[in-house]
């Protein structure tokens, strides 16, 4: 029964990480906590990604980054650098297996492939 209910809403165990990555984030002092919902909101529209523990897995990481660097005091521009989005861009790159792109780089490669072998075959 667990497992239909998780099929119609979501697995929970996900849900659940959901929320404590909010909390944790709506705990950091004011300044982190408006650079993470900035870099978060850009990972989600530019990220697309599709597994949902992977997306949860990707922003834990961002929030341990931002936690440790606001317990050390450091200063968001040394965490982001000077160009944030490409701070965000290579984040998300080491999450870039379950982009939704991925399958159709996947599947264009087959199907050049695919109509390269025909080709020859003609």
Known sequence: MTNFIE??????????????????T???PAPYRTAIEGVERYLMYKGAITRGATLVKMLEDLADLFE??????????????????EFADAFLAN???????SKERT???????????EEGGS
């Open 7 to 24: 099929k119609m809403v979501g697995d929970f165990g996900e849900k659940r990480r959901w929320k404590e990555y909010k909390a944790r």
């Open 26 to 28: 709506k705990a950091l």
């Open 68 to 85: 440790q660097a606001a317990a050390d005091a450091t200063p968001i521009r040394t965490i982001v650098g000077d160009d944030p989005v």
């Open 95 to 101: 999450f870039s297996e379950d982009e939704w792109i």
């Open 107 to 117: 599947r264009l490669t087959d199907t050049i492939t695919k109509a390269e072998s």
